[in-house]
């Protein structure tokens, strides 16, 4: 197997559309949720349960990771998933910094144009503006990061690592699974994390803890999925996360309506509180899984409402996750400008988030279209093998 041509392996791999699907509710929901004070982020997750938006993106990449690139590796091409692997990540620090640095423009802008210095406390960079000179080494070693802009390094890192991380699933799976486990509990329990800047912070999305959930993606990638079949399928995993989706659902509802906030015991509120996001806490974990375990039960890979035209709209920002999510943070602070400057009502913020996603959506089209537009370069190792070919015949 190890003469396999990784370009075969890559190309036998039958596209999951749920995966774009929820990539692309993902990218909605990310963008609604940066508006802040918006009416219509109350139509995201995070207002429902204990998790959101960022728990779909960590599990997809690594299970797509696993899916795709596990075969490649147990072929005995480990160097040539590496090389994809890392481009992929070399591709996304790209983009973070060009996000970073058009970002920060677009605030200072902003506030220099309306003379509002608000716009730079609220997003974290009136330092930079202030010490560009000290913060822009920060910002490419990945450890100044402003407001919306966290949870890209976080993708970078753990794609970088996904080469060691595969290799160690395709022989040693369940041990590697476990030892993931291990560093999880290591990391909450001694604090473990990457310093950011100012001294003295740390990143916001621990990649010690979030590395959780994408080995356990990339594990059901490469074949854990298959054991978990039986379990995904009983009863008592289905009424244990019915229960589990509906008692979050009844706790984040206290948040909001103090009336409910009163019936939670004392001893229950100590329990389960602080709900940590940063360290990925077990109750975000859990309440993942048990979404996903309804998803996987009804949304079946052959649902037919994966080709409707009303999902596709939905399903092409999917597929092109790394600049639809570069928009939407230009977007999520052009709306939350326009809300903040002009006026704040309901109509208002239902118009300007409507108008973003439509951007978003035709952005996806755009670069959907693009994909599709013929070739006419070819690569020179082909070239040459294609005359070496034809002079043979010759």
Not at 13 to 40: A, K, N, Q, T, Y
Request: charged share 15%.
């Amino acid at each position: 197997m190890g003469n396999n041509d990784p370009r075969d392996l890559l190309q036998t791999v039958e596209r999951d559309l749920r995966l774009d699907l929820f990539r692309g509710i993902g990218l909605w929901m990310i963008f609604l949720d940066h508006i802040p004070h918006d009416v219509v982020a109350w139509l995201t997750l995070r207002n429902y349960g204990f998790s959101d938006a960022a728990e779909f993106f960590v599990f997809i990449s690594g299970y797509l990771a696993g899916f795709i690139y596990g075969p490649i590796v147990r072929g005995g091409s480990f160097l040539a998933a590496t090389k994809r692997l890392l481009k992929r990540a070399a591709e996304m620090y790209v983009a973070h910094i060009m996000l970073f640095l058009l970002f920060t423009a677009q605030i200072a802008r902003t506030a220099r144009k309306f003379d509002n210095p608000m716009y730079e406390n609220e997003f974290n960079v009136y330092n930079f503006l202030q010490h560009p000179d000290v913060l822009i080494g920060q910002a490419l070693t990945l450890r100044y990061k402003p407001v919306n802009l966290d949870v890209l390094p976080l993708y970078i890192t753990l794609i970088a690592a996904s080469p060691l991380i595969l290799w160690c699933l395709v022989r040693r799976p369940n041990w590697t699974l476990l030892a993931s486990a291990i560093l999880y509990v290591a990391a909450r329990w001694f604090d473990w994390n990457l310093a950011s800047y100012p001294p003295g912070t740390t990143w916001y999305f621990n990649p010690f803890a979030w590395q959780l959930l994408f080995v356990f993606a990339a594990w059901c990638g490469v074949g854990g999925a298959a054991k978990l079949e039986f379990l995904i399928r009983s009863r008592v995993a289905l009424v244990v996360s019915i229960a589990w989706i509906l008692f979050a659902l009844l706790i984040v509802m206290t948040w909001h309506i103090a009336f409910l906030e009163a019936l939670v015991p004392k001893w229950m509120i100590k329990a389960i509180y602080p709900i940590d996001k940063t360290d990925l806490d077990m109750l975000r974990l859990t309440h993942f899984f048990a979404l996903a375990i309804l998803v996987t039960r009804y949304f079946p890979r052959e649902w037919s409402g994966l080709t409707s035209k009303w999902l596709r709209p939905l399903i092409l920002c999917g597929q092109h996750s790394l600049p639809i999510f570069c928009l939407s943070v230009f977007l999520s602070f052009g709306a939350h400008w326009i809300l903040m400057q002009y006026t704040r009502g309901v109509w208002e913020q239902l118009v300007v988030s409507a108008g973003g996603i439509l951007i978003m959506v035709a952005a996806a089209w755009l670069l959907d279209r693009a994909a599709k537009v013929p070739n006419l370069f070819v690569d020179a190792a082909e070239f040459k093998t294609v005359k070496a070919i034809e002079s043979g015949k010759g």
